[in-house]
């Protein structure tokens, strides 16, 4: 059985490379300092970042076809694919996903991911996604899941694009003792933000503006040793950022989000815990073959 998983695991990273010389990719990296130890039994501050490679396919007028690998401090590591449909005024998308080299292991979870748009061209775009993994407690000892959802509206104003949106990552982790068979510790991060995208035609770059709320929290087990609930930080915060075209083919992205007013959001966090700055650092680049 862990053979089959391994041949499967396989042909989807091979499928993927394959197919990057006809698609348009995208490599991305965010790093940031709102965040805590990678070790989930502590509550002490740590930096937090995340890479990712994106390949995208126009099959036809209307069907999209996007596969990669994300690797996530918050929510884990992954493959994904998605076939989308498009239409006038919707995108429909869903494909399988895969899971895999968490909690230091290799151990692999089949998931899925969805997109849901509905749109009218020149107006505005209201986006839904949704990334889980199926099934929990495989491994009751190294088990965990994941999630990521995100909920967007874009309206389109002369010169502008704003954009209301939410986001939350979480990543969960099964604990196994003597006194409570099933317990888990979770880290959550979240988004409130509103950005501006400001264009003019035959320029070759956007301003980008950002204002918004994050939150990362980590919610301990019942059966905690030290007898801990909650770790959390809370940050008000501006951004700016840039979008620029690079000829034709060659696409950039640049952004950085400082903490205005930060604040802890339990006991386990003090205020003079955290650093005098913080901040979210983005980066994209997207080549079009």
């Known amino acids: 059985m862990i053979q089959k998983k391994y041949i499967i695991f396989y042909i989807f990273i091979i499928y993927n490379t394959y197919t990057i010389s006809s698609l348009d990719l995208t490599t991305s990296f965010n790093i940031g300092n709102l965040g805590f130890s990678s070790d989930m039994s502590e509550s002490a501050q740590g930096v937090i970042w995340g890479t990712s490679i994106i390949a995208e396919e126009k099959l036809s007028e209307i ?82 899941s994941q999630l990521e959802t995100s909920l967007e509206l874009a ?63 980590r919610i301990f087990p019942t059966s905690d040793s030290e007898g801990r609930e909650l770790a959390g930080i809370g940050s008000v915060f501006i951004g700016a950022g840039t979008r620029v075209s690079i000829g034709k083919k060659m696409f950039l992205n640049a952004s950085i989000d400082s903490g205005l007013y930060n604040f802890s959001l339990s006991d386990e966090v003090t205020i003079s815990d955290l650093p005098a700055y913080l901040f979210d650092l983005s980066l994209s680049f997207t080549y079009r073959f």
């Open 63 to 144: 069907y999209f076809f996007s596969g990669g690998a994300i690797v996530d401090d918050v929510s884990g590591n992954r493959l994904e694919s998605v076939l989308t449909y498009n239409g006038k005024y919707i995108e429909l998308g869903m494909g399988p996903a895969l899971a895999s080299i968490n909690n230091s292991q290799l151990q692999l979870k089949p998931a899925i991911k969805g997109i849901l748009t509905i749109k009218k061209v020149g107006k505005f775009n209201l986006t839904t996604e949704i990334y889980s993994t199926l099934g929990n407690l495989s491994d009751s000892d190294t088990d965990y």
């Open 155 to 217: 309206i389109n104003v002369p010169g502008a694009i704003c954009t209301f949106m939410f986001s939350n990552r979480q990543f969960t982790q099964f604990l196994t003792d003597s006194s409570f068979p099933v317990s888990k510790i979770s880290d959550r991060y979240s988004t409130y933000a509103l950005e501006t995208v400001i264009h003019k035609k035959n320029i070759p770059f956007h301003l980008i503006l950002t204002m918004g709320y994050k939150s990362y929290k």
